[in-house]
């Protein structure tokens, strides 16, 4: 090697994160014996020699960990981000969250400014569109890099991903409504084309082949405005449509208050399902049923995968998604939970 050997030489050549090397070389305990001989040992062959006086410059930034969420102005985002955030405090680790807005361009510029400030590992949700930039120069770094949620970079080996299971979900959901007696099931909301989209109606999708049904939806953005539209249009247009699985939850509110102006009964009219649970969904009038993600868990989860990755070294599998659970509530007309995916 030609020019002077750098941490990430270490990393590579001892085949940890860049993250582990540093806490080697501040001589942490919570490294394994194992791994800390490794390194050394690969410091060693390299040449790498340790300069503690710009490691104490940079030492302010060294318990940073990054967020980057889509959207954090939805509720399940938010409570996800609260909740890992709370969950790495207390494992001495402050956390830099940011919002992307679904804005790809804005996304590669939080991630390049994350990786100037010397985040020790990033979490993220990314937004659709634009270029594997972003991710190509997360890989030259190192650093350990979760993707969740949401799959838009498809090395997994590199950014591993994690979910729900969002289709045994809207299966759960679709058969719930044909117990309590709908005879057409619309899916309302979520962006077409979208990985996401695609993942939330195909379990309903599923069961609407299966039960000789026209799979009938509507795609737009998953806000309480496009669910209050998609009223008039279900009333005007399509009146044989008699329930729906929405994509959020915020779709079902908006869906359920536009069915209230019009003066028709969601749980009796019209049955509602929405996805997510969040806390709102219990405190509506009616209740909404809601496929439930225990997104406290998940958030907790996911910061002990990257804790993991970052400290010992044990890389997360290339992907996992985490059960989901149909609460029944009045807007579907019943009140029972089904698992999902039974029939």
Known sequence: MTRRPTIL???????????????????????????????????????YVYNRAAAHLRSASAGLVGLVINDLRNPFFTQFATTLQM???????????????????????????MIEHGVAGLVISPAYGGTQAPFDQLARTGLPVLQVLR??????DLFPFSSFDYAAGSR??????????????????????????QERQSGWRAVMAEHGSEAFAIEGKP????GMEVTQTLLARHPEIDAAICFNDLVALGLMAGFARAGRSVGTDFRVVGFDDIEEAAQSWPQLSSVACDIDHFARDTAARLLAWMVSARHPPAESRM??????RASSGAGRSRAPGRP
Not at 18 to 37: A, C, D, F, H, I
Not at 323 to 328: G, K, N, Y
């Open 151 to 156: 799959r838009t970079d498809p090395r997994t």
């Open 87 to 113: 969950t790495l405090a207390a494992e001495g680790y402050a956390t830099v969250i940011a919002n992307s807005d679904e804005d790809p361009a804005l996304q590669a510029r939080l991630v390049g400014s």
């Open 9 to 47: 030489d270490v990393a590579a050549r001892a085949g940890v994160s860049k993250s582990t090397v540093s806490l080697v070389l501040q001589g942490s305990e919570q490294v394994r014996p194992e791994t800390r001989t490794a390194v050394r040992a690969a410091m060693a062959e390299i040449g």
């Open 223 to 226: 806000t309480r405005a496009f």
């Open 323 to 328: 059960p989901v659970q149909l609460i029944t």
């Open 172 to 197: 759960a959901a679709a058969l719930h409504l044909l117990d309590a007696g709908a005879r057409r099931i619309a899916f309302v909301g979520g962006l077409p084309g979208r990985a996401i989209t």
